[in-house]
């Protein structure tokens, strides 16, 4: 399976966008939109000390990541599942 251009273009605006906004590797929808409204309160340029230039580039990383985690394509398999709750599977195995 070869990988296109845009492939890499995506990954590179995705670390753009987790950088910028300052998240941890891990995030969920509520996690990054509470993290958008704090930068948007610290940025918004109707606010003083605002910035037009970081609003805008916040707002662009903000839409990169929601379009992501929207057509992001979720794993059901054993071992994506081993992986999210690893508490549960070794409670099982082990009979806690």
């Known amino acids: 399976m070869t990988e296109d251009c845009s492939d890499f273009m995506k990954r590179d605006e995705i670390k753009w966008a987790v950088e910028l906004m300052g998240l941890p590797p891990m995030v969920d929808r509520k996690d990054l939109k509470r993290r958008y409204r704090q930068l948007a309160r610290r940025y918004?340029?109707?606010?003083?000390g605002g910035e037009f230039?970081?609003?805008?580039r916040l707002n662009r990383a903000y839409e990169i990541l929601k379009e992501y985690m929207e057509n992001f394509r979720f794993s059901f398999d054993d071992e994506e599942l081993k992986r999210q709750y690893p508490g549960e599977y070794h409670s099982r195995k082990f009979g806690i």
Do not use: S
């Open 53 to 56: 230039e970081k609003m805008e």
């Open 44 to 48: 918004h340029p109707d606010r003083e």
